[in-house]
């Protein structure tokens, strides 16, 4: 697992929403950043899960997962999303 900051994650989705098209969607609320996050459905790209993680009460950072499709825990998760907001 690769560990990411604010600044690199801001690329990332900036690049994901605007070049392939794709979503965000916001799991879990954060603290100090992102929370649980997920970028999907681009044109021709990856599934981003993107976690928070806690290192001090004043600093976190992030880890980013991709996968080829999108795992079915997450797309649970976003199905109890959509239930609940409607």
């Known amino acids: 697992m690769k560990h990411y900051n604010l600044k690199q994650l801001n690329s990332l989705i900036d690049k994901y929403i605007n070049e392939y098209q794709g979503e965000l969607i916001t799991l879990?609320?954060?603290v100090l950043g992102y929370g649980t996050i997920v970028l999907c459905?681009?044109?021709n790209a990856k599934t981003f899960v993107i976690n928070e993680h806690y290192i001090s009460p004043w600093c976190s950072d992030h880890v980013v997962r991709a996968y080829k499709k999108m795992p079915k825990k997450i797309e649970?998760?976003?199905e109890s999303l959509e239930t609940v907001n409607q």
């Open 28 to 30: 879990e609320e954060g």
């Open 41 to 43: 459905n681009g044109v």
């Open 76 to 78: 649970k998760m976003i």
